[in-house]
């Protein structure tokens, strides 16, 4: 079991940023993959971003590159996502995820544990 608790959303206007974190807690030691994920009103929950637990590999999301990205510290069992330039629709609820194994999936099927969700909201 992996525990995990986002902070760090708000409201902000377009053109600022902000950073995203996600604690997890629990079987960290068995190295999951960590994925960032949002999901607007009425739309369906989409990946953003994703990291191995070394921090070797990211993948992010053509929506985000160039703008967001993701991090880790293994110290502080905590995965990161620092939003820069943002857009009214990069609105959204931000979930971070985790998940057993050696794939960053893009799908949220793909992943097993799940943050309660962190609102970020972006005025323009």
């Known amino acids: 079991q992996v525990q995990l608790v986002e902070s760090g959303g708000g409201l902000v206007q377009a053109g600022a940023s902000l950073r995203l974190s996600c604690a997890a807690s629990g079987r960290t030691s068995s190295s999951p993959i960590m994925g960032w994920f949002r999901q607007a009103p009425g739309k369906e929950r989409e990946f953003v971003a994703g990291i191995t637990w070394s921090g070797s590999r990211t993948y992010h999301a053509d929506s985000v590159k160039g703008r967001f990205t993701i991090s880790r510290d293994n110290v502080q069992n905590t995965v990161y996502l620092q939003m820069n330039s943002l857009k009214s629709e990069d609105t959204a609820v931000y979930y971070c995820?985790?998940?057993?194994?050696?794939?960053?999936?893009?799908?949220?099927?793909?992943?097993?544990?799940w943050g309660q969700g962190t609102q970020v909201s972006v005025s323009s």
């Open positions: 995820a985790a998940r057993f194994g050696n794939l960053i999936y893009t799908t949220s099927r793909g992943y097993d544990y």
